[in-house]
């Protein structure tokens, strides 16, 4: 059971480059999210999904495009990255019943020069 | 979401018990408390959750006051590997947006 799993973990990208950051579980949650954490600061809501086919924006969508095709994935797409976008990036999941725990995964740490 | 007030950072020594509080004075009836902790620069990790009873479980205590406007984390025996950063969120019921402020730094030090 490898929980939640996000690939690369370090990351660097020209300015204008697109890319995506995956994320994918094996739990069979229905809930998957997004984070940003920029140094010094807490996370970020970027985007989340409440299951296959559904996404919906977070605090800090600019920049950013999600989709949820499978339970399991939940792909993070920057499409021109911007060195305002340099941060570790964090997906979660949960069980999409009340009261119960996220897990996240180790992080993606991105380098936008 | 209710919004929550926690100290930047505290000290603790190791062994000891490391109390965290939190203050959510605006938190509604159907909001619980949750705690998360993030190590050096892992994931988050959750620690515990309540709604209004204090609650225990094998990595800590949550202690609500009756007027539930405050809380308060507990680690029984502080080690090393408990520094990082500690997060206290309010949840409305079925809800799952964390949103995490700046938590609060706790050092154990030998």
């Known amino acids: 059971n490898a929980g939640v799993t996000q690939t690369p973990k370090f990351q660097v990208l020209k300015t204008g480059q697109s890319m995506t950051l995956q994320c994918a579980q094996d739990?069979?949650?229905?809930?998957m999210s997004w984070y940003r954490q920029d140094p010094g600061m807490g996370l970020r809501l970027i985007h989340y999904?409440?299951?296959?086919?559904?996404?919906d924006q977070g605090e800090v969508p600019n920049g950013y495009n999600v989709s949820r095709s499978t339970t399991e994935d939940f792909p993070l797409r920057l499409l021109s990255a911007a060195p305002s976008q340099t941060s570790v990036y964090f997906c979660?999941?949960?069980?999409?019943?009340?009261?119960?725990?996220?897990?996240f995964g180790q992080g993606t740490r991105l380098t936008v020069v | 979401d209710a919004k929550t007030t926690q100290p930047t950072s505290m000290d603790c020594a190791e062994g000891r018990a490391a109390n965290l509080p939190c203050n959510h004075s605006?938190?509604?009836?159907?909001?619980?408390v949750y705690w998360y902790r993030q190590i050096h620069s892992q994931g988050p990790q959750y620690i515990i959750h309540?709604?209004?009873n204090n609650e225990t479980n094998e990595m800590a205590s949550l202690i609500i006051t009756e007027d539930r406007k405050s809380s308060t984390l507990i680690l029984p025996h502080a080690t090393l590997r408990d520094t990082a950063v500690y997060y206290c969120?309010?949840?409305?019921?079925?809800?799952?947006?964390?949103?995490f402020g700046q938590g609060t730094r706790l050092t154990i030090n030998p």
């Open positions: 979660a999941s949960t069980p999409y019943a009340r009261h119960t725990e996220a897990f």
């Open positions: 739990m069979n949650h229905e809930y």
């Open positions: 999904s409440v299951g296959a086919g559904i996404t």
């Open positions: 605006t938190i509604s009836g159907n909001e619980y």
């Open positions: 309540g709604l209004k």
């Open positions: 969120i309010v949840l409305i019921q079925g809800a799952q947006k964390l949103v």
